[in-house]
């Protein structure tokens, strides 16, 4: 059984960092996709960022220059950096996990999800 949990959440100031962690297990982490997914009040989850089993990232555009995400085979984890942060990235943010090595399609697999609030 594929169990994703997320941490690092809180509140935080505009400008701050927050790195954001999810531990996999399961099955073997390494081969699999990871990504991050966020969802604020009244809209629609949004892609946040991923990485290949190989460890290409993927970016959305609100993330570029600001978001990082990695990953640790060895603790079968992945993190998102995330620094100059905005209100705007206030949201649940989403830990998942697809179901193949790429970033394609839908994760197969989610997190409950971690609060990230951004004060102005």
């Known amino acids: 059984q594929v169990q994703l949990a997320e941490s690092g959440g809180g509140l935080v100031q505009a400008g701050d960092s927050l790195r954001l962690s999810c531990a996999a297990s399961?099955?073997?982490?390494?081969?699999?996709?990871m990504g991050w997914f966020r969802q604020a009040p009244g809209k629609e989850r949004e892609f946040v960022a991923a990485i290949t089993g190989a460890g290409s990232p993927h970016y959305a555009d609100s993330a570029k220059g600001r978001f990082t995400i990695s990953r640790d085979n060895a603790k079968n984890t992945v993190y998102l950096q995330m620094s100059s942060l905005k209100p705007e990235d206030t949201a649940v943010y989403y830990c998942a996990t697809y179901n193949i090595t790429l970033v394609m399609g839908d994760p197969a697999y989610w997190g409950q999800g971690t609060q990230v609030t951004v004060s102005s």
């Open positions: 399961g099955r073997t982490f390494s081969w699999y996709a």
